[in-house]
Structure formats: C-alpha cells, structure tokens
C-alpha cells in the first residue's frame, strides 16, 4: 500500500507540473512598449507568372521579425513587422496605424521569367536598356539548369503621411526555384527596411 501511494503522489506531481508548464507556455509574450512597428502590406504582383501574395507578404513579415540589432548597436530597439490585409495604399496605411505602426512597406513584384521567357510589354515611364537578362538564354535542356530573374520594387512610408522615406528596387539572376528568387528578394527588402528604420531612430533631432 506505501509503494502504491507513493507512486500516486509521482504521477500526480508529474500531471501538475506538465499542466503548470502548459499554461505558461500558451501565454502570449509580453509585449515590448519599446518595439518600432512597421506594417507589412499584402505582394502586389505585376509580373507575367503567379505567386501567392499572401505567402509572400508573411515571408516578409518573418524576414523582418527575424533580423537582430547589431552588437553594440546605439539603438537597441526591436522592429516587429505586421502583416496588413490589403495592397492598397489607402488601406493598408488605415490598418497599419489602427496596430500602432509607424511605418508600412509596400512591394510590388514587376518581373519574374525563367531562360527562354520573352520580356512583357512596356510599363507606363519604363525604359529598358542593354540585353534582356533570361530571353535570350541558352537552351535549358543544354545548361542543364533553369535560370530565373526577377525584379521587386518596394518602399517605406510613413503612416503620418508625407513622401515614402525611400523608394526603389532589387533584382535577382539565378539558377533557382520561382519560391527561392521570390525569398531572396524578400530578404534584401527586409534588409533594406530594418536598416532604414534603425538609422533614422538614431539620427540626432533636426535643428
């Protein structure tokens, strides 16, 4: 009878620490007054092949989440990227300021072809110069791999309003998957984002 109350009290012991351990595992983390927000509005794409946008947009999110401040860094604070509903500007700003954002970047993916794919039509202000860098590529079945290039705009503006605080593009040339060039432009965005932000929270206040 001892050995088997004992091993009742163990068992019991046991249950009531993995269901303490539970419980604080499902609480949310507590929040960090101090985190710089920036909103992630949802992938515009504009070029000829299909990505899922929503996909995209989390990837971003995640991509900026997952960026550290450097060591010794003057400014410590943690950016938290949010992901939006919208590509629109009008509504995505809405939602970004109803979160507490400061910031929203927006992309818009304007190409994306793989060796042997002609070029799309001329967009409105578009001017393209030199060789075309995949139509003219050598047969697939000859290099035995498929190149893939692909070119993302993006800027960051400011949920106050006012001119975006940057607004440009990256561009990729690989022998990759659609997903893989897609992700390394999501990368350099990122990038790009969180080091914008991290600078102008340093700057010194204009006299």
């Known amino acids: 009878m001892p050995r088997r109350r004992a ?5 019991f012991t046991l249950f009531s620490v993995f269901a303490f351990a539970k ?15 920036v909103g992630v509005a949802v992938l515009k794409n504009s070029a000829q092949r299909s990505v899922p946008v929503s996909v995209e947009r989390d990837r971003l999110v995640s991509a900026i989440n ?17 992901p939006l509903d919208s590509s629109s500007p009008e509504e995505a700003n809405a939602q970004a300021k109803q979160s507490g954002c400061a910031y929203v970047v927006f992309t818009n993916l304007t190409d994306l072809r793989e060796s042997g794919d002609q070029p799309g039509p001329l967009r409105p202000g578009e001017v393209r ?22 070119v993302m705009e993006f800027q960051l503006v400011n949920t106050d309003g006012g001119s975006p605080l940057f607004d440009t ?4 040339h690989e022998a990759t998957t659609e997903d893989g060039i897609v992700s390394m432009l999501m990368d350099r965005v990122a ?6 932000i991290r600078n102008r929270n340093t700057r010194p206040p204009m006299e």
Do not use: C, F, M, W
């Not at 091993?7 to 068992?11: F, K, Q, T, Y």
């Not at 609480?27 to 007054?33: C, F, I, Q, S």
């Not at 110069?129 to 290039?149: F, K, L, S």
């Not at 990038?191 to 914008?196: I, L, M, T």
């Open 23 to 37: 419980k604080n595992s499902d609480k949310p983390a507590p929040a960090d007054e101090n985190a710089i927000k």
């Open 169 to 172: 593009s990256a561009s990729a």
């Open 66 to 82: 997952h960026i550290k401040p450097p060591r010794h860094a003057k400014d410590a604070a943690k950016i938290v990227a949010i």
């Open 191 to 196: 990038n790009r984002v969180v080091s914008e």
């Open 7 to 11: 091993a009742l009290v163990i068992i």
């Open 129 to 150: 110069i030199g060789r075309d860098p995949v139509a003219n590529d050598p047969n697939v079945a000859y290099r035995h791999e498929t190149q893939r290039y692909a």
